[in-house]
Each structure stands twice: as C-alpha cells, then as structure tokens.
T-cell receptor, first 114, second 111 residues
Framework: DSGVTQTPKHLITATGQRVTLRCSPRSGDLSVYWYQQSLDQGLQFLIQYYNGEERAKGNILERFSAQQFPDLHSELNLSSLELGDSALYFC?????????????FGQGTRLTVV | GQSLEQPSEVTAVEGAIVQINCTYQ??????LSWYQQHDGGAPTFLSYNALDGLEETGRFSSFLSRSDSYGYLLLQELQMKDSASYFCAVRDSQAGTALIFGKGTTLSVSS
C-alpha cells in the first residue's frame, strides 16, 4: 500500500458526460501528479499541483481540469467525455515537493466511456 | 522537450539475467528512475540514479551514464513474478517536478 488513495476504482459513463476523480496523497506530501495511461501506452503526465497551486502542465486537454484543496487532496475533472478518454488515471504524490526521487502511485481509477 | 526510448518487449526464462536499456533526451537532467508495473496495477518505484555508475538493490541494479544519456535496469535471477512492464523516467525542468515516463518495456518471464 503506497498510502495514496484514489476513488473510485472503476467508473463507467457515457460520452458527453462529466466525471470527477479523487486523490488523497500520502500524509505530508505536498505534490500531487495526475497521469493518464491508455491501453498499451505509457504514463502520460497531465498536471501537477504543489501545496494547492498548479505547478506544471503536461498533455492535458482543455476539457480536463484539476485542483488541489487545502487538505491537499486533489480532484481531476473530465468533461465532455469521448470514447478516447477511456483509460487508467493515476495519481501520485512525492516525498519532497521540489526534488522527488520517488513518486508513490495510487491504485488508479479505470474510466470507461461508452 | 523530452523523450525516452526503451525496447517495447523483452522475453527471458526463469533464472536468467535481462537488461532493459533506456536512452533519454531532456532539457535539464535530474536523474533517471525506474518503475515496475504489474498488469493494470500501480507503478512502483524500483531505483533512482542521479550520478554515473551502478546502483544495486537486491536482484535489481540500475546503471547511468550521463555523458551518453543512457541507463539500464538489470534484473538477475529472474522469477515469474518479475513479468511486468518496466518504465524509465526522468524529471524534466519544463514539467515542474513531474516524472516523464518512457513507453515501457514488457518483460515476459517463462519457465
């Protein structure tokens, strides 16, 4: 158990809908990272938050957004969902916010868009 | 920008040794990490090299050559449970402190 909690574990929704994925980082970790992993694809970095503020953006679509709350949990919002958004979404947190040598991943949320 | 290249698949038998190579290109280098992912599971940290040379952790070792922008993960005494995907990753200064991953190498260990 990495200490990173993601909910829900599975999510099935229809095209055009909006969903929210939730992540609670390890106790004391200030950085939260979101990744998308499609079938047979690597881990694509989406966005990073550090202590409540956006730190970096990767290949995140405009239909996607995220935020980190004062208690450091984070939510990833996916809207106007398309079939191609079906993927595993991972959240990770790091021990040190500025220089992580190890990131701890949650078990992921498997999103299926039908 | 950044890019990481690693083989897509590697096969080996139990007890053997396998090496998974990774070449990278990144603006600002802060070390090379390796992660293991079993099918559909959470990626887990294996090793990290910030400096040139070999780091050994049990059956797994990782090597880095910064001058060659190259590293490898060496797995010894392979076991069936080592069948998984292995990702190399770097931190790119343009992506904050986020790790940027290669596409992964699927290792299949047979008996």
């Amino acid at each position: 158990d990495s200490g990173v909690t993601q909910t829900p574990k599975h999510l099935i929704t229809a095209t055009g809908q909006r969903v929210t994925l939730r992540c609670s980082p390890r106790s004391g970790d200030l950085s939260v990272y979101w990744y998308q992993q499609s079938l047979d694809q690597g881990l694509q970095f989406l966005i990073q938050y550090y202590n409540g503020e956006e730190r970096a953006k990767g290949n995140i679509l405009e239909r996607f957004s995220a935020q980190q709350f004062p208690d450091l949990h984070s939510e990833l919002n996916l809207s106007s969902l398309e079939l191609g958004d079906s993927a595993l979404y991972f959240c990770a947190s790091s021990v040190k916010g500025n220089d992580p040598t190890e990131a701890f991943f949650g078990q992921g949320t498997r999103l299926t868009v039908v | 920008g950044q890019s990481l290249e690693q083989p897509s698949e590697v096969t080996a038998v139990e007890g053997a040794i396998v090496q998974i190579n990774c070449t990278y290109q990144t603006s600002g280098f802060y070390g090379l990490s390796w992660y293991q992912q079993h099918d559909g599971g959470a990626p887990t940290f294996l090793s990290y090299n910030a400096l040139d040379g070999l780091e050994e952790t049990g059956r797994f070792s990782s090597f880095l050559s910064r001058s060659d922008s190259y590293g490898y993960l060496l797995l010894q005494e392979l076991q069936m449970k080592d069948s998984a995907s292995y990702f190399c990753a770097v931190r790119d200064s343009q992506a904050g402190t986020a790790l940027i991953f290669g596409k992964g190498t699927t290792l299949s260990v047979s008996s």
